[in-house]
């Protein structure tokens, strides 16, 4: 069908994405909704009036990707300045560089191990008796052994997720590599980098366009689809059926906001807090990640895990067995809706980086096109549940 008026709802990447894709192959207008008072939804960075330093609002946000177009696509909207996150793990025993890697296992274990030696040593402590890890903790112990697992990465996961380790699926886990040698790179993609004049600026470049109007503090529901051709919704699937069938699980972060006399706090952009004697995950000084500017004091989160109210900001999504029956439920019923697709994290209940949502949108934004040169459904969510 011709798409003429398209309302996207929610301007974080999913919608600025599509909304440009949309904008400069059809000829449409189209508005974009956000109910906050800013653009780029969590991954919003703003100056802080304090301090002048450019922080992440809803956290830190690193750009990286190994895809090409992804990269290409990022850099027509922004300038992007090196970064390599290299985060570091505060344990009960020490603090110590993450992900795993060779200087981890030596410093962790007071060795000099060369890769081939570490690699075997690892292996040696790994519980062999464990087949196919399912759950996290299986997948820690299987590869990692007792003690690595329990320094590392039980307390920070029970705080993080607010649940056992056992209860998590082992996906989590596989989400950081283990490495045997002195690479302490947290990410293993080809590129990555953090935007010179911070996310905000970038979403806001990306949709620039004389035919996308944004309209902030806009709440979204279901009665405005009239007036529409088509409607793609980016906000939190459950929440556009007025969560009729129950709720799906979130885990929701928060921060307390420092400002330290003194021109750098913790000497590292991200340090993690793996005990759980300790409150708190994370400690984020955001200075570090826009190395090239000048500021004589610092701002600092300390960032908190909790379970989700309605009140709060929807950040992980569990993904919990129940959650997935709830999700399949949600799905049926956004097939039997009319001129509406679902999209981005929120809308498909999928943890999703941002070079993920990106790519993700950019192929979709194809198959709405295809779909509207050939008459057919536009499709109405972007992935395939499994
Ligand atoms: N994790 C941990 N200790 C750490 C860092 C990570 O136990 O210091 C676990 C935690 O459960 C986390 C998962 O590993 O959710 C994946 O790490 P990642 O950095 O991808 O965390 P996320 O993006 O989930 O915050």
């Not at 025993?93 to 200087?103: A, E, M, Q």
């Not at 279901?222 to 709720?247: I, N």
């Amino acid at each position: 069908m011709a798409l003429k008026e398209i309302l996207i709802v929610g301007a974080g990447f999913s919608g600025a994405v599509l909304a440009r894709e949309l904008v400069e192959s059809l000829d449409c207008e189209v508005l974009v909704w956000d109910e906050r008072d800013h653009i780029a939804g969590n991954c919003h960075s703003e100056r802080d009036e304090e301090t002048g330093i450019m922080v992440h609002k809803y956290g830190p946000h690193i750009f990286h990707t190994s895809n090409k177009i992804v990269w290409d696509y990022v850099n027509r909207y922004a300038n992007f300045r090196p970064f390599t996150n290299r985060v570091k793990a505060h344990t009960d025993k020490g603090v110590f560089s993450l992900p795993i890697n060779l200087l981890t296992i030596n410093q962790f274990f007071g060795r000099c191990f060369m890769p081939l030696e570490a690699e075997a040593f690892i292996a040696s402590i790994g519980c062999e008796e464990i087949k196919g890890p399912e759950t996290f903790e299986q997948q820690a112990l299987r590869f990692l052994g007792e003690d690595l697992y329990n320094s590392f990465f039980k307390g920070y996961t029970i705080k993080q997720w607010g649940t056992h380790p056992s209860n998590l699926p082992a996906s989590i886990l596989k989400r950081l590599p283990v490495r045997f040698n002195y690479d302490d790179n947290y990410y293993s993609s080809i590129y990555q980098g953090i935007p010179e004049e911070g996310y905000t600026t970038m979403v806001q470049n990306i949709l620039n366009h004389p035919r996308i109007q944004i309209q902030l503090n806009t709440r979204f529901s279901k009665g405005d689809s009239s007036g529409f051709d088509h409607v793609f919704y980016s906000g939190p699937l459950d929440g556009f059926f007025d969560y009729s069938l129950g709720r799906l699980g979130y885990r929701t972060i928060y921060f307390e906001r420092n400002v330290a006399d003194c021109s750098d706090y913790q000497g590292n952009a991200v340090i993690n807090y793996c005990s759980e004697k300790v409150p708190y995950t994370r400690v984020h000084e955001h200075k570090h990640f826009t190395p090239w500017e000048k500021h004589d004091r610092t701002v600092y989160f300390t960032e908190y895990s909790k379970e989700t109210t309605e009140a709060d900001v929807p950040f992980y999504p569990k993904r919990l067995e129940g959650d997935k029956e709830l999700l399949k439920k949600y799905r049926q019923l956004a097939e039997a809706e009319q001129n509406v697709s679902f999209i981005g994290r929120l809308g498909t209940y999928r943890y999703l980086d941002m070079h993920q949502v990106i790519e993700e949108s950019l192929i979709f934004s194809k198959k709405v096109l295809s779909a509207c040169s050939t008459s057919s459904k536009i499709p109405i969510f972007p992935n395939e549940e499994i």
